[in-house]
């Protein structure tokens, strides 16, 4: 069983088009992060959820809106995207804070 | 917010030989020092963390020093092997315990394992 899942694996998408990455965990963990991987490897936190809750929201464009039904899953939606957009997109699930992170397989954006 | 320094960003070392790659941070606060391995097109997996409280962390081949008044850490690999090469992170954060504080992770360094 995977522990982090993503889906889709890879998205390649058009300008101005909306789109979801969807996350789950099977750990239990009460802490979930999407981080983005940019082309130079830097890997920058986007949100982080703890039991449902946005606890991090670091600055990024309101047309990226996280989503957690339940503590096992965070989904990422975002509008109208750009080409800036394009990364590796990254779930991620800790026990709670002070804790490693799982990760999950990734979800390589491409805008064109 | 925390600030996390990684060097050197390239490292190549011959089989068998010893890595060291070395972080900084800037929170006196922080108290929780996690390295992550990520292979080419993978995930980032966690290999070795150390807390606070500890000066020094072995796994195998693996070792991690932390040095809190300077507010810097170390990874050393020993006996390095070329299953060895990959890009390395290094983090912090703040433990706080029924939080989120989330990790701020250095640059990355590329270990290339020279056979």
């Known amino acids: 069983d995977t522990a982090v899942s993503q889906t889709p694996k890879y998205l390649v998408t058009q300008m101005g088009n909306d789109k979801s990455i969807k996350c789950e965990q099977n750990?239990?963990?009460?802490?979930m992060y999407w981080y983005k991987q940019d082309s130079k490897k830097f890997l920058k936190i986007m949100f982080s959820y703890n039991n449902k809750e946005l606890i991090i929201n670091e600055t990024v464009p309101n047309r990226f809106s996280p989503k957690s039904p339940d503590k096992a899953h965070l989904n990422l939606h975002i509008n109208s995207l750009e080409l800036g957009d394009s990364a590796v997109y990254f779930c991620?699930?800790?026990?709670?804070?002070?804790?490693?992170?799982?990760f999950g397989s990734g979800t390589r954006l491409t805008v064109v | 917010g925390e600030n996390v320094e990684q060097h050197p960003s390239t490292l190549s070392v011959q089989e068998g030989d010893s890595a060291v790659i070395k972080c900084t941070y800037s929170?006196?606060?922080?108290?929780?020092f996690p390295w992550y391995k990520q292979e080419l097109g993978k995930r980032p997996q966690l290999i070795i963390d150390?807390?606070?409280?500890?000066g020094e962390k072995k796994d195998q081949r693996i070792a991690v020093t932390l040095n809190k008044t300077a507010k810097h850490f170390s990874l050393h690999i020993t006996e390095t092997q070329p299953e060895d090469s990959a890009v390395y992170f290094c983090?912090?954060?703040?433990?706080?315990?029924?939080?989120?504080?989330?990790?701020?992770f250095g640059k990355g360094t590329h270990l290339i394992i020279q056979p």
């Open positions: 150390i807390r606070s409280n500890v």
């Open positions: 991620a699930s800790s026990k709670t804070a002070g804790y490693g992170y799982t």
């Open positions: 750990l239990g963990h009460d802490t």
């Open positions: 929170d006196s606060a922080s108290n929780y």
């Open positions: 983090a912090a954060s703040i433990s706080s315990g029924g939080g989120a504080d989330g990790l701020t």
